[in-house]
Every structure is written in structure tokens, then in C-alpha cells.
């Protein structure tokens, strides 16, 4: 096992690999920016480096500097967390150039699944269903015509990133060159990287995901899967587990789809496989994510497993003590992200100090934050604030401790999402089961 690791995020995901590795003896350093010095996770590590000033690009995604930090503190690995550096392939090889371990998959896995439409390429071949579409465009001409081969309407995508971005939906061929070259522009600007592929837009569809943990002994391991559906702009903000929808046939398919897809990969540590399900049920791939997610808490309440000990275990080399039938899922988790953002004013980012903090409590509630009262909050990073995760016997019982949890949680001094979570517990296509990915859309729509 390693004796010391580096984080190289912030916020609630850093404090989360923190708590794990107390847990398991291992010493952690924390890099922080300047505008982060007071920030939760420094303090809780038991070392901590200032990288760069504020901006992202001169501080958390600054490579060198995080490689110094690592090496000037005898660490022996690196824990990404997720976004910044979580799934960039450079680094992952910067770190194994230096002897450090990169708590992932190796970079050049990560190329590999990087380039969506490669991947799309790869599940493909092993018998596993794709969204149909063209794959590897960069000449707005050539893209058109491949366009109106696939059909409209469709989604022009980034072959290299994700989060929502350098993504653009195309209704007509007339609009399809300014959108083309937006999301280039998007695309080159967030991943260094223009190259587009297009496919076919699935409408009404479920977003579910298959959480997957592979040692380096080829075992596989699947915890079942994650409804994502509840989106806004592409951005999630609810997840939950089991998905209410899903038969039990269905899931059989979907975990052998997964299985499948992870032996073409030849895939090692945490990931997720992203499915879109169509109004019959159909699965189709849409990605896989070599990184620790935001909703991993959801799979570790219904599988009891804790994920970022065992993806750093992995990543040392230990083999998986536990078979499938171990980790099958119990009961029904649900997670609400909270955001620093005011639903009153379209979602505006909020920043300031953390005046008064009451976190929810009770048997099976669990609050990520890296919130403290008396914290002042940057504006530069994302707007994720808290998780709010329960876990309860059934579904019916989960939505109910759910509310309860995002009544008591108290976050005053930035305006933040947590009513707004209320309120889409309430609505009825969230009570049974059968929003989708556009349902907030057409919700909002029709304000």
C-alpha cells in the first residue's frame, strides 16, 4: 500500500479521499491555491502545498507544479479526484514518467476512452449497442454531409471532455455549420481539442450508468446501475439507485452489456459506463468515465462497499476479495447535488462567507461538503457545494428521509439549491419514476 498520496483537487471530493485514507494509514498532502488557503481540505491533510494563484489553468491544472508538489513530499501516488486532471492522459503518463502511481486507469486507456468516438468504435465491436452517427469530424463540409445521412435531429459532440460541454443540438440542416463550429470552438477551448463526432438524438430517454471496479487480476466487478435522468443544461442534479424503471431483465442486459464493454477495454480501477435507454427500454453506450463521479456515494450506500479505498487498493495492486453476488444491490439510495447558485435568478453562481451550517443527520444520511461555518466561499471553481445522500429500505422511504435531510440542512450567507431539490422531489414524474433527460427542459418551458 502507499505510505503517502497527493490530492490533486479541492473541495468535497478532496476531503472525501482525505477520510479514506486516515482510514487506512495513509498520509495525504493537499495542494491548495491561493484562494483556497483556508479551504476544508487543507487543513485536514496532513501536509499541504500552495501551487498558484486562483485561476484553474495556474493552479489545479498547473502539472508541473503538482508533479513538484508530489515529488518534494516523498508521496508515492497521486489521487486525481474528479474533473481537473481526473481523465487527462498526459498527466497520468507524467506521473508514472516520475514514479509516481496515478490512482487510474494508464493514460493511454484513458486516450483510448477519451476519444468517445473511438470507444463508441470498441464497445461496438464487442456486441455492444452504439447511438447511430459518424465518428472522427473536423470539416464542417464533410460533418454536413454526414448529417444528413445520420438524420435530424442530432447532437453535435466533443470526442475529447464531457460535462456538458462542446455539445450542441441541431434540429436543421440550416443551422448545423454555426453549431458545428461553436462547439470546435467550445470543444478546443475546455479540452485542447476541436475534433467533433455527431449521432443521432435519442429523445425522451433515461441516462443510466453502470458503476464498474476492475483489479489488475482481471476480475470485474459491477454494483448495479445509477439513474442520472434528472438533468438541467446537461448538468445533473439528482441520482438515485436502483432505477425505478428498469426491469429485472433489463438490468441483466445492461450489466452484461457493461461486462462486455469492460473486457474490450481490458479496463483497471473505478469507471462508469454511460447508457441512454430509449422509450422501450433499449440500452445504447454513450460513454465510459475513467474517473471517480460526483454520485459514487449512491453505489456505496447500496452496496455497503466504500469505492475510493478500494480504487486505491486497486491501483496498488491488490486483488478484489469479493464476488459479484457480494456487492448486489440493497434498498435505495438517493443523492441531491447542492449548488452555490440562485434558482430565482437563473442560476447564478453565489459566493461569500458560510454564515450559519447545519448539516442533516440520522440513520443513513450523509452530508459531503468541504463547507465549515465561517468558510469563505471562491467564486472560481465549480458551484458544487454539498451532497445530500440517503439510503433507505425502499424508494418510497428514501424520497421521504430525502426531504426530511434537505429541510434540515441549513447553508446561510450564499444562495444555494437546496429548495429547488425539494421541489423536484415533489414533482410527479420524479415520484414515479418516469422523467427523462429533457424533462426539466419541457418543465421549464412551460413556466
Known amino acids: 500500500m502507499f505510505s503517502k498520496l497527493l490530492i490533486a483537487n479541492r473541495g468535497e ?36 502545498i500552495c501551487i498558484g494563484p486562483a485561476p484553474a489553468q495556474l493552479s489545479y491544472l498547473h502539472q508541473d507544479a503538482l508533479l513538484s508538489a508530489a515529488l518534494a513530499t516523498g508521496c508515492k501516488a497521486v489521487h486525481p479526484g474528479y474533473g481537473f486532471l481526473s481523465e487527462n492522459a498526459d498527466f497520468a503518463d507524467a506521473c508514472e514518467q516520475n514514479g509516481l502511481r496515478f490512482i487510474g486507469p494508464s493514460g493511454q486507456t484513458i486516450r483510448q476512452m477519451g476519444n468517445k468516438d473511438a470507444a463508441k468504435r470498441t464497445v461496438a465491436a464487442a456486441g455492444v449497442p452504439t447511438i447511430p452517427g459518424r465518428e472522427d469530424l473536423e470539416d464542417v463540409n464533410e460533418a454536413r454531409k454526414a448529417a444528413e445521412q445520420v438524420g435530424f435531429p442530432l447532437l453535435i459532440k466533443a470526442r475529447s471532455g464531457g460535462g456538458g460541454r462542446g455539445i450542441r443540438r441541431v434540429d436543421r440542416v440550416e443551422e448545423f455549420d454555426h453549431a458545428f463550429r461553436e462547439a470546435a470552438q467550445e470543444a478546443k477551448a475546455c479540452f485542447g481539442d476541436p475534433g467533433l463526432y455527431i449521432e443521432k438524438l435519442l429523445e425522451h430517454v433515461k441516462h ?7 483489479d489488475q487480476h482481471g476480475h470485474i466487478l459491477c454494483f448495479g446501475e445509477r439513474d442520472c435522468s434528472m438533468q438541467r443544461r446537461r448538468q445533473k442534479l439528482v441520482e438515485e439507485s436502483p432505477c425505478a424503471q428498469l426491469t429485472a431483465a433489463q438490468r441483466r442486459t445492461l450489466m ?22 430509449d422509450e422501450g427500454g433499449n440500452p445504447y453506450f454513450m460513454e465510459m468515465n475513467t474517473r471517480l463521479k460526483v454520485e459514487h456515494p449512491v453505489t456505496e450506500m447500496v452496496s455497503g462497499v466504500d469505492l475510493v479505498k478500494w480504487q486505491i487498493r486497486v491501483a496498488a495492486g491488490v486483488p478484489l476479495p469479493f464476488q459479484q453476488k457480494d456487492v448486489e444491490g440493497r434498498g435505495h439510495a438517493i443523492e441531491c447535488r447542492i449548488n452555490a447558485e440562485d434558482p430565482q435568478q437563473d442560476f447564478r453562481p453565489s459566493g461569500g462567507r458560510i454564515e450559519l451550517l447545519h448539516a442533516p443527520g440520522g440513520p443513513w444520511v450523509r452530508f459531503d461538503t468541504a463547507l465549515y461555518q465561517g468558510y469563505e466561499l471562491p467564486l472560481h471553481y465549480d458551484s458544487l457545494i454539498a451532497k445530500v445522500i440517503v ?28 429548495s429547488f431539490q425539494t421541489e423536484l422531489l415533489n414533482e410527479p414524474a420524479f415520484l414515479d419514476g418516469s422523467y427523462t433527460t429533457d424533462y426539466l427542459s419541457a418543465r421549464e418551458g412551460s413556466l
Open 13 to 48: 471530493i478532496a476531503v472525501r479521499v482525505i477520510r479514506a485514507c486516515k482510514e487506512m494509514g495513509v498520509q495525504t498532502v493537499a495542494v491548495y491555491s491561493q484562494a483556497d488557503r483556508e479551504a476544508l481540505h487543507v487543513s485536514l491533510a496532513d501536509e499541504s
Open 208 to 214: 443510466v450508468e453502470v458503476q464498474v471496479l476492475c
Open 391 to 418: 439510503h433507505a429500505p425502499t424508494r418510497e422511504e428514501a424520497i421521504r428521509k430525502m426531504h426530511a435531510a434537505l429541510c434540515e440542512t441549513v447553508i446561510e450567507g450564499v444562495d444555494h439549491t437546496a
Open 256 to 277: 452484461r452489456y457493461a461486462r462486455q464493454a469492460v473486457r474490450a477495454f481490458k479496463y483497471e480501477g473505478v469507471g462508469t459506463l454511460e447508457f441512454l435507454l
